[in-house]
C-alpha cells in the first residue's frame, strides 16, 4: 500500500496540471478526516474538547510544527492520527512542498528563457535587441523621466534565448516578432507604448522588418503609440501612417549632429542635454488644449520665459514651426520647449490665458 501511495504521489508531482488539485484535495481530507476522530474519542472522553481542538491539532501535526499542547490519548485517536497524519498527511504534505518548490523554479526559469506571459498594465514594449547597452540605455533614459520612473518594461524579441538584465518591473517575452500571439504573450492589449528597434544599422532590410512588425502590432491593438525607428527616411511610405506612430530617424539624426558639431562646435553638448532626462532643462511637449487663447506664439514665448520656459517650436501635424511671428496659437497644437520640468497641459493653458489677458 506504501508503494503504491508513494508512486500515485511522484505521477501526480509530474503532472503538475492535475497534481496540484488532487494534493489540496488529499490534506483537506487528511486534515478533516483526524479532526473528525480526535473530536469523537477523545471529546468523549475528555470534556471540553471542541472541533476547533481537533483542527487544530491536525494542522500543527501534518505541518510538522508539533506544538505539543494536544495529543491524542485515546485508541481510536491514535489510529486516526497514524491513518489520517502519519501514513496521508505527511507525505502529501511534503509533496506539496515540493510541487510547489518545483513550481516556483519552473515560473522562475520560464521568466528567464522569456516563454511565459506578462500581466503587466500600461507598460511600454521594446521590440528587437540590437544590443545588451542600447536596450538598457533606452531604459534607464525612460525611466529617468518622472511621469515614467514606475512603468513595467517588457522586451520581445527572438535574438537572445535570455534577456542578460532582468528587474522586478522588466520582463521578457522570447518569440517571433511578427507573430501576433507574441504580442498577446507581451499584453499588448493592455500597453501604453511600443517601441520598435532597427535589428541592424548596417542591414539595409531593416526598415521593412521594422515597419512590418508596427503593422502587426496595430492589429493587435490599434490603441497603442508606437515609436519606430526607421533608419532611412525615404522608407517612411512603408510605414501606415497614423495618429499612433511617430518615426525616429536615427541615422539622419546623428549625421546631422555631426555636421553642426564641425560646423558649430559645442552643438552636441547642447543636443545631449536636451535629449537627456538626467540633466536639468530638458526637452518636453505639451499640447494646447480648448479653449486657446488669441495671441501669436512669439507672444507666448515671451511671456513663458518669465516661468523659465524656453519655447523653441510648435509642432503642428506633421510640420514644426520654429518662426513664431504671426502664429497664432491653435487647439491641438503640440507646443515644443525646454524647462526643468514637464508642464501638465492645464498648466500650459494656464499660463497661455494669463499671458493673453
Not at 522588418?209 to 503593422?215: C, D, G, M, N, Q
Not at 545631449?272 to 506664439?297: C, H, K, L, R
Request: with cysteine; net charge negative; glycine share 8%.
Amino acid at each position: 500500500m506504501f508503494y503504491s501511495l508513494t508512486r500515485f504521489l511522484r505521477q501526480v508531482r509530474r503532472r503538475k496540471e492535475l497534481g496540484i488539485s488532487l494534493l489540496l484535495a488529499t490534506i483537506s481530507i487528511s486534515v478533516v478526516g483526524n479532526t473528525l476522530t480526535f473530536y469523537l474519542f477523545e471529546g468523549a472522553v475528555t470534556p471540553g474538547i471542541t472541533l476547533w481542538d481537533g483542527l487544530w491539532y491536525s494542522v500543527v501535526s501534518i505541518t510538522t510544527i508539533g506544538y505539543g499542547d494536544i495529543s491524542p490519548e485515546t485508541v481510536g485517536a491514535r489510529i486516526g492520527a497514524a491513518v489520517f497524519i502519519m501514513l496521508i498527511g505527511l507525505a502529501t504534505f511534503t509533496t506539496a512542498v515540493g510541487v510547489a518548490v518545483d513550481w516556483a523554479a519552473d515560473l522562475r526559469h520560464k521568466e528567464r528563457k522569456g516563454m511565459g506571459r506578462v500581466s503587466a498594465r500600461g507598460h511600454l514594449v521594446i521590440v528587437n535587441f540590437p544590443s545588451e547597452s542600447r536596450v538598457q540605455q533606452i531604459i534607464q533614459e525612460y525611466r529617468s523621466d518622472p511621469d515614467h520612473k514606475g512603468v513595467d518594461i517588457v522586451v520581445v524579441t527572438d535574438e537572445v534565448e535570455e534577456l542578460p538584465f532582468l528587474g522586478d518591473d522588466i520582463s521578457f517575452i522570447r518569440g517571433w516578432t511578427l507573430d501576433e500571439e507574441t504580442y498577446r504573450r507581451a499584453n499588448l492589449e493592455r500597453a501604453r507604448q511600443a517601441m520598435v528597434l532597427s535589428p541592424s544599422h548596417s542591414d539595409p532590410r531593416s526598415d521593412s522588418l521594422v515597419a512590418s512588425i508596427a503593422f502587426v502590432i496595430h492589429r493587435v491593438n490599434p490603441e497603442v503609440k508606437v515609436i519606430a525607428e526607421c533608419l532611412d527616411p525615404r522608407h517612411a511610405a512603408l510605414f501606415n501612417a497614423s495618429d499612433n506612430l511617430s518615426l525616429v530617424y536615427t541615422l539622419q539624426i546623428v549625421n546631422n549632429l555631426f555636421a553642426h558639431e564641425a560646423q558649430d562646435p559645442g552643438v552636441k553638448k547642447l543636443a545631449m542635454a536636451i535629449t537627456s532626462n538626467d540633466i536639468q532643462g530638458t526637452v518636453f511637449t505639451t499640447p494646447v488644449e480648448s479653449p486657446a487663447p488669441q495671441m501669436t506664439y512669439i507672444a507666448a514665448a515671451k511671456m513663458l520665459l518669465d516661468h523659465k520656459v524656453n519655447l523653441v517650436g510648435v509642432v503642428r501635424g506633421d510640420s514644426i514651426r520654429m518662426d513664431l511671428d504671426d502664429f497664432l496659437v491653435s487647439e491641438g497644437d503640440q507646443v515644443v520647449y525646454i524647462s526643468g520640468s514637464r508642464m501638465s497641459a492645464d498648466d500650459l493653458a494656464a499660463l497661455l490665458r494669463q499671458g493673453a489677458g
